[in-house]
């Protein structure tokens, strides 16, 4: 079927023409694998935040991760880092239209979550 590589998943030519529907799954399991990946594209839904509000919404997530899921998903073409020429630079994160394609995907495991959840009072 299909192996884990350093980029993702590794598929043979054969297996996507035979099962292209499990490759399309698949693809976009490893754009989102990661710990933090959904909730971060969930949080910039709306507008554009600053590293900071992002680590301060994910307040339990590391530097390191935080900068390596950010990095990821910019890779992937999900988010897009602006850069603006200020002193200090300021750092801006926001959807592309790419990741934009993804909240409907985020709003339906929502919706599983909330039928199928531990239900919190």
């Known amino acids: 079927m299909a192996r884990i590589c350093k980029d993702g998943y590794e598929f043979k030519k054969d297996f996507i ?3 292209r ?12 694998s990661g ?9 910039l839904k709306s507008k554009e935040y600053r590293y900071n509000e992002i680590k301060a919404f994910l ?16 890779a992937d073409g999900l988010i897009e880092r602006n850069v ?8 801006e994160y926001s959807l592309t ?11 339906l495991m929502g919706d599983l979550g909330k039928k199928y959840g531990e239900k919190i009072e």
């Open 17 to 19: 023409k035979e099962n």
């Open 21 to 32: 529907e499990v490759y399309g799954i698949s693809y976009t399991q490893s754009i989102l």
């Open 35 to 43: 710990r933090w990946k959904c909730l971060i594209l969930w949080f």
């Open 59 to 74: 307040w339990d997530i590391s530097q390191g991760s935080l900068t390596k899921q950010l990095r990821e998903l910019e």
């Open 84 to 91: 603006f020429p200020e002193v200090p630079p300021r750092v």
């Open 97 to 107: 239209s790419k990741g934009k394609e993804f909240i409907p995907i985020l709003d």
